[in-house]
């Protein structure tokens, strides 16, 4: 049987997305999903499974709603395969180039693959509809912002809240693909030079605003194609990600740690930036993800102490085996990532309201752990890819109010809006990612 992309579309976004009724339980990630079904299914057509998973989990709402309207009884639970199968089809008609017929007749076939031939006629007859009434279908949707921008209800809230002027322009861009950016390695060429081994491979490209070794590509492209990837001459890394090696600053002579590293980005770029430095440490819980750092360390030609354990056990064993504290550290914390959603589409269902609070709680703790192990004097660079004041300056702010030995060092930079704590970027069309950033210096002296 031939390879159908919308039936295997179709089991992913069934463990993705909340499509049962009453659904308590979390779904799963695309990130997860998508390389095991690529892995059993190896002839199929990644790109276009890709753009049938991100683009359903972008605009699941919509598609959803307009489901809702043409369908004359909804599935039951046992087949939401059938559910996530028809907003493959629908996204196809309203979303991609893919002619109408060819949408329809692949999107039916896709229920033989799922073993539900039952299901062909109300695809088949629900598509047609759609494809008669699509412009009446989407003018009929409801014009509130949830809706309009496929977000979630909550988030759509808590955006608005934090940024009232700027909250319908970052729903949107949620809604946008996000540019493939890279950095350059310093220690084999200069961003001017490698602009221009793009150019002479036919890669247009840009120089980033605000990263200094920052390139944009003006389309996405493997990264088998980018002058001397495999031999470390350049690294893929949204912009916004890019600031942080920049903010540590790091000297020679200083040690450093990377507390939540994997999977390298951050590590590998404070060792580019500062070939002199005592000590580098990279550190992550996530034993898997730990293996993408030394991956990342060894393409780059570089060097860390790598540690797979938590922040808490690494606090514990450093102190107790030397007292030896970092003059560097940097703290990007897990967050909702609800900064680069649009990366991540699936990040609107996956995550629930309730999580923002316990996020915030873990990362306060992060904060505290890792204040332990910074030398007097010191530096420290919290950092999130998340839009939410929750989880960023309320964070930060309820650190400094509890420790006396901490003062927040202002941020003199051309990029990004002043927080009332530390510094916020918001995600920008055909630019950087959402992220946060706040520098804490700590006191020389012991605390009074």
């Known amino acids: 049987m031939a390879i159908?992309?919308?039936?295997?579309?179709?089991?992913?976004?069934?463990?993705?997305?909340?499509?049962?009724?009453?659904q308590t339980h979390r779904g799963r990630s695309l990130s997860a999903l998508l390389p095991k079904m690529l892995a059993k299914h190896p002839?199929?057509?990644?790109?276009?499974?890709?753009?049938?998973?991100?683009?359903?989990c972008r605009w699941f709402i919509r598609l959803d709603k307009l489901a809702s309207s043409i369908t004359h009884h909804p599935f039951k639970a046992r087949d939401s395969d059938i559910h996530a199968l028809l907003l493959v089809g629908i996204y196809q008609m309203l979303y991609m180039r893919v002619p109408d017929h060819a949408a329809i007749s692949e999107t039916v076939e896709a229920t033989r693959q799922l073993d539900k031939a039952w299901a062909a006629k109300v695809i088949n007859g629900t598509l047609r509809r759609c494809q008669r009434e699509k412009t009446e279908l989407e003018q009929a949707l409801s014009d509130n912002l949830s809706i309009q921008t496929a977000h979630p209800k909550w988030l759509v809230d808590m955006v608005t809240a934090a940024w009232p002027e700027q909250a319908s322009a970052v729903?949107?861009?949620?809604?946008?693909?996000?540019?493939?950016?890279?950095?350059?390695?310093?220690?084999?060429?200069?961003?001017?030079?490698?602009?221009?081994?793009?150019?002479?491979?036919?890669?247009?490209?840009k120089a980033c605003e605000f990263s200094s070794q920052g390139i944009q590509l003006e389309k996405p492209c493997?990264?088998?194609?980018?002058?001397?990837?495999?031999?470390?001459?350049?690294?893929?890394?949204?912009?916004?990600?890019?600031?942080?090696?920049?903010?540590?600053?790091?000297?020679?002579?200083?040690?450093?740690?990377?507390?939540?590293?994997?999977?390298?980005?951050?590590?590998?770029?404070?060792?580019?930036?500062?070939?002199?430095?005592?000590?580098?440490?990279?550190?992550?819980?996530?034993?898997?993800?730990?293996?993408?750092?030394?991956?990342?360390?060894?393409?780059l030609g570089l060097t860390a102490e790598v540690f797979a354990q938590s922040l808490e056990d690494f606090t514990r064993e450093q102190i107790a085996a030397n007292?030896?504290?970092?003059?560097?550290?940097?703290?990007?914390?897990?967050?909702?990532?609800?900064?680069?959603?649009?990366?991540?589409?699936?990040?609107?269902?996956?995550?629930?309201?309730?999580?923002?609070?316990?996020?915030?709680?873990?990362?306060?703790?992060?904060?505290?752990?890792?204040?332990?192990?910074?030398?007097?004097?010191?530096?420290?660079?919290?950092?999130?890819c998340s839009i939410l004041p929750h989880e960023n300056e309320r964070v930060v702010r309820a650190f400094l109010n509890e420790q006396p030995d901490a003062t927040e060092q202002s941020l003199s930079v051309g990029w990004g809006q002043p927080a009332s704590v530390g510094i916020q970027l918001l995600p920008q069309r055909n630019g950087h990612d959402g992220f946060y950033y706040a520098k804490l210096i700590k006191a020389k002296g012991e605390p009074k």
């Open 4 to 22: 159908n992309e919308r039936a295997i579309a179709a089991q992913i976004l069934n463990d993705v997305l909340p499509l049962k009724k009453g």
């Open 43 to 56: 002839k199929a057509d990644k790109p276009l499974l890709q753009e049938l998973c991100f683009g359903v």
């Open 171 to 205: 729903l949107k861009t949620n809604n946008t693909p996000a540019p493939m950016t890279i950095r350059v390695n310093p220690r084999h060429n200069s961003r001017a030079k490698y602009l221009q081994q793009l150019k002479d491979k036919s890669i247009q490209a």
């Open 222 to 299: 493997s990264v088998d194609k980018l002058p001397g990837f495999a031999l470390g001459h350049s690294f893929v890394q949204d912009e916004a990600a890019q600031l942080a090696a920049e903010l540590i600053d790091a000297q020679p002579g200083d040690r450093v740690l990377d507390a939540c590293a994997a999977p390298g980005g951050k590590t590998t770029h404070i060792a580019e930036s500062q070939p002199d430095l005592a000590y580098l440490a990279a550190l992550d819980a996530d034993e898997q993800r730990v293996g993408r750092i030394h991956e990342n360390l060894q393409r």
């Open 323 to 384: 007292g030896e504290t970092f003059d560097r550290i940097l703290l990007d914390v897990p967050c909702s990532a609800v900064g680069v959603i649009r990366r991540h589409p699936d990040i609107k269902w996956l995550r629930k309201r309730s999580d923002i609070g316990a996020l915030a709680e873990q990362q306060l703790l992060l904060l505290k752990t890792a204040w332990t192990l910074l030398t007097p004097g010191g530096t420290l660079v919290y950092a999130t």
